[in-house]
């Protein structure tokens, strides 16, 4: 019980850290444990559920789908995952972070619930958002998959529409090392007779054949729904409905019509539950918000913040650097988990960058700075103009004064690679997330 554990009063601190030593595996895929909890707890999700699944593009897909709900007049939670600065950034009621009271109640609740019963982190979180949204009289809430789809703890919830985003390979210790691998596993967010979003422009056949073994209704990008544009503008075209005249998206980023197009597609999948008018869509997409996804800080040198932490994530990333202004150099602070390919991702960015400040991060699944900077020495360019310097750090704060130390107010700094790496920089600048 938590009153044993921590007395009369607790933080929400404290609560992380019992969290954190709960359960043997940081990662441990299953659905049973929490469905047993869950059950317990007995609490009713009386409000419309979008689950949104993929590689990338998830946490863009849910800020705007959130955006433009809010638009729209409804009431909305949003939980995605992981957090960048604070643990309450997972869990938003109506646009805002919930208070720290509102997640320990919950904390509570399930500490009580759940007797012999071994919970992960995740697990944890995903309950107490879930009561959390309960306990807020919401119309729609908009759930991110945190990891795969198929044992992920957010696909208890019985969605009324399910996304996936883009398929490409990561976390292939739990996944699989194949597309076809892990497009079957995200594909078990779709459920029969149910709206099922996929949004890869080339998806692996085993979501189709999945979506039609259980009956989803599947709507494939450029077939059921599409895009197009101008410098300008944009339209959407789905099975019934054309969006036309939009202005283009808040976030900054290459892929971003196809996450704008996942989600209103999604909306025109659900448009007998949700009504949504043309200035939401409009206004919500220009409102919208993402920390840390090609997120550019104003002022000198210019500060470049994406968490891109697979080879998609960062080819996306050097494309959207490509398309910036021109920078004499290119700064890059670097933090990666283990494991992660960190060959190929640091290969698609090499062109780009001419020094790289690699930091140490903690965690046991946390590389090193230097495990990092030999990696980055492997893949430099070959015969380079200038002299391109690597040097390791102990942690991504420590990098990063260094690079703000050696950057001129001309160049550019890149911060990416982890949640792990951005977050400790934006909490460094004071950026509220």
Not at 274 to 287: H, T
């Amino acid at each position: 019980m938590a009153s044993s554990y921590f007395g009369d009063r607790s933080s929400l601190d404290q609560w992380l850290a019992h969290l954190e030593t709960l359960h043997p595996k940081a990662i441990d895929m299953g659905l049973d444990r929490i469905r047993a909890v869950a059950q317990r707890l007995d609490f009713k999700l009386p409000y419309v559920k979008i689950v949104v699944a993929g590689t990338n593009g998830k946490g863009s897909t849910c800020a705007m789908l959130e955006a433009i709900l809010l638009s729209a007049g409804y009431r909305v939670g949003l939980y995605t995952s992981p957090h960048l600065v604070h643990f309450n950034e997972r869990i938003r009621v109506n646009g805002d972070a919930a208070g720290d009271e509102q997640i320990i109640e919950q904390f509570e609740r399930i500490e009580a619930a759940r007797g012999e019963i071994s919970l992960s982190y995740f697990e944890f979180a995903t309950l107490a958002a879930l009561l959390v949204f309960d306990a807020g009289r919401l119309d729609v809430v908009v759930l991110e998959v945190g990891l795969g789809g198929r044992l992920d703890a957010v696909n208890i919830v019985d969605a009324d529409c399910s996304v996936v985003t883009s398929i490409d390979i990561d976390h292939t210790e739990w996944l699989g090392d194949t597309r076809e691998k892990i497009g079957l596993e995200k594909a078990h967010v779709f459920r029969p007779g149910r709206p099922a979003i996929c949004a890869d422009p080339v998806p692996p056949e085993s979501v189709a054949q999945y979506a039609q073994q259980i009956g989803a209704d599947l709507w494939r990008f450029g077939q059921d729904f599409n895009y197009s544009g101008d410098r300008q503008q944009w339209a959407y075209g789905g099975r019934e409905q054309r969006r036309t005249g939009m202005a283009y998206p808040a976030l900054r980023g290459a892929n971003q019509l196809i996450n704008a197009s996942a989600a209103l597609a999604a909306l025109e999948a659900l448009r007998d539950k949700l009504v949504v008018p043309q200035q939401a869509v409009r206004l919500g997409l220009l409102q919208v918000s993402l920390p840390g996804r090609m997120q550019i800080l104003p002022g000198k040198p210019a500060i470049v913040l994406d968490v891109a932490h697979n080879p998609h994530a960062t080819a996306a990333l050097a494309q959207n650097l490509t398309g910036m202004a021109y920078y004499p150099y290119t700064h890059a602070v670097v933090g990666l988990l283990k494991d992660k390919d960190a060959k190929t991702m640091l290969a698609k960015l090499a062109p780009k960058v001419d020094h790289w400040y690699c930091a140490s991060l903690d965690g046991p699944r946390g590389a090193t700075g230097e495990e990092i900077a030999q990696i980055v020495r492997q893949v430099l360019p070959a015969n380079p103009i200038e002299p391109i310097t690597v040097t390791s750090f102990d942690n991504p704060v420590q990098a990063f004064e260094k690079a703000q130390e050696q950057a001129s107010e001309d160049d550019r700094i890149l911060v990416f690679g982890s949640f792990s790496t951005v977050g400790p920089i934006l909490q460094k600048l004071g950026r509220t997330v």
